[in-house]
């Protein structure tokens, strides 16, 4: 079975930096293309970035230059380096799991999710 489990959020000031996690099992993450997604209260599922096997990225213009995604194939973990952010990243953030070589921004092309965690961004 395909697990996710997300972990790293928390709250943080106008500026601040977090990085979440994303440990995979059951499958290694270079099977899928991971991408991260955000959903804050009241709106939809939000594409925020992806990574695929062969380390190609692809970002939403709102958090480009601002967010990275990374990962670590030992500890099958995706990663996602949060830095300058603002009261507008505060919502629950999930990653997603794609078995394709594809960085797809739509979530319901996603087949595996984790259950997210919170980031909240004061002013």
Request: aromatic share 12%; proline share 2%; charged share 20%.
């Amino acid at each position: 079975q395909v697990q996710l489990v997300e972990s790293g959020g928390g709250l943080v000031q106008v500026g601040g930096s977090l990085r979440l996690s994303c440990a995979v099992s059951g499958r290694t993450i270079s099977n899928f293309a991971m991408g991260w997604f955000r959903q804050a209260p009241g709106k939809e599922r939000e594409f925020v970035g992806a990574i695929n096997w062969s380390g190609d990225t692809h970002y939403t213009e709102s958090v480009k230059g601002r967010f990275a995604i990374s990962r670590d194939n030992a500890k099958n973990t995706v990663y996602l380096q949060m830095n300058k952010l603002e009261p507008e990243d505060t919502a629950d953030y999930y990653c997603a799991a794609d078995y394709t070589v594809l960085l797809r921004t739509k979530a319901a092309a996603y087949d595996y999710w984790g259950q997210g965690t919170q980031v909240t961004v004061s002013s």
